[in-house]
């Protein structure tokens, strides 16, 4: 009898893990999908940049780097739908948050025309932050590059380095999600600032995670009920 005590409770540890563990975020990003089109991101989702090194005024103050996208949509121009995307970015400046840009438009994309355009407000001197997906440097290099900041671009594997020609490069570390993990602004081989990416201050989200939450713990108790079954079956022959 007591072998079958200690199948019940192992069971209901389990099930006790299993709830713990769905509850807790896990290493996936919720991402918008507009047609073709695929933007690593939801409404209202924040992502949030450490500076891990800052040389230069002003950047020495900055602790955080917050990105916002207040809203992703789908625009129509000239007959032709394209995913928008407004942001909100907000710096961590002497113990406060300070908004640079509130609700601004950031980018416009089209997977299928290969389009992709930039506001001088979304790319903020070359600090740009997400990406639509499967990642394409070569397009963003170009997109970038027609608004004239800079002279030219490369990238080599998950690096996009932007260079102005005036011994200053902004380096942008982007991962297979579209999103920068590393941002450096370097000049004159100096790190003027250094912002990474903080995984523990994302928000992540499952897709209908309250629903397999709910089914992972009908699925487990059913599960343990059947096994206490049979363990109490087998003692009566």
Same mark, same amino acid.
């Given at each position: 009898?007591?072998?079958?005590? =200690?199948?019940?409770?192992? /069971?209901?540890?389990?099930?006790?893990?299993?709830?713990?563990?769905?509850?807790?975020?896990?290493?996936?990003?919720?991402?918008?999908?507009?047609?073709?089109?695929?933007?690593?991101?939801?409404? %209202? %989702?924040?992502?949030?940049?450490?500076?891990?090194?800052?040389?230069?005024?002003?950047?020495?103050?900055?602790?955080?780097?917050?990105? +916002?996208?207040?809203?992703?949509?789908?625009?129509? =121009?000239? %007959?032709?739908? &394209?995913?928008?995307? =407004?942001?909100?970015?907000?710096? &961590?400046?002497?113990?406060?948050?300070?908004?640079?840009?509130?609700?601004?438009? &950031? $980018?416009?994309?089209?997977?299928?025309?290969?389009?992709?355009? /930039?506001?001088?407000?979304?790319?903020?001197?070359?600090?740009?932050?997400?990406?639509?997906?499967?990642?394409?440097?070569?397009?963003?290099?170009?997109?970038?590059?027609?608004?004239?900041?800079?002279?030219?671009?490369?990238?080599?594997?998950?690096?996009?380095? !932007? %260079?102005?020609?005036?011994?200053?490069?902004?380096?942008?570390?982007?991962?297979?999600?579209?999103?920068? +993990?590393?941002?450096?602004?370097?000049?004159?081989?100096?790190?003027?600032?250094? /912002?990474?990416?903080?995984?523990?201050?994302?928000?992540?989200?499952?897709? !209908?995670?309250?629903?397999?939450?709910?089914?992972?713990?009908?699925?487990?108790?059913?599960?343990?009920?059947?096994?206490?079954?049979?363990?109490? $079956?087998?003692?009566?022959?």
């Amino acid at each position: 009898m007591m072998k079958a005590k =200690n199948n019940v409770n192992y /069971w209901l540890s389990t099930l006790c893990f299993l709830i713990i563990f769905i509850s807790l975020p896990i290493n996936s990003f919720g991402s918008t999908v507009l047609g073709e089109s695929v933007f690593p991101a939801e409404k %209202d %989702d924040s992502f949030i940049w450490n500076s891990v090194n800052a040389t230069e005024s002003w950047y020495t103050e900055i602790d955080y780097i917050k990105f +916002t996208a207040k809203n992703i949509y789908n625009e129509t =121009n000239d %007959d032709k739908n &394209y995913l928008f995307v =407004n942001y909100t970015l907000e710096f &961590y400046h002497n113990i406060d948050w300070i908004e640079k840009y509130e609700n601004s438009f &950031y $980018m416009a994309y089209n997977k299928t025309l290969n389009f992709l355009n /930039w506001s001088a407000e979304g790319f903020q001197h070359g600090n740009l932050f997400l990406f639509p997906t499967p990642v394409n440097y070569s397009l963003i290099g170009e997109s970038v590059k027609v608004a004239g900041f800079f002279q030219n671009y490369s990238f080599s594997g998950e690096k996009l380095i !932007l %260079d102005y020609e005036n011994s200053t490069t902004i380096e942008l570390t982007i991962d297979p999600s579209g999103i920068s +993990t590393i941002i450096e602004r370097i000049t004159n081989s100096t790190t003027i600032y250094r /912002w990474e990416l903080n995984t523990e201050k994302i928000i992540i989200k499952v897709p !209908l995670g309250n629903y397999y939450l709910i089914v992972l713990i009908i699925s487990v108790m059913s599960l343990v009920i059947v096994k206490k079954k049979k363990i109490l $079956m087998a003692f009566k022959h």
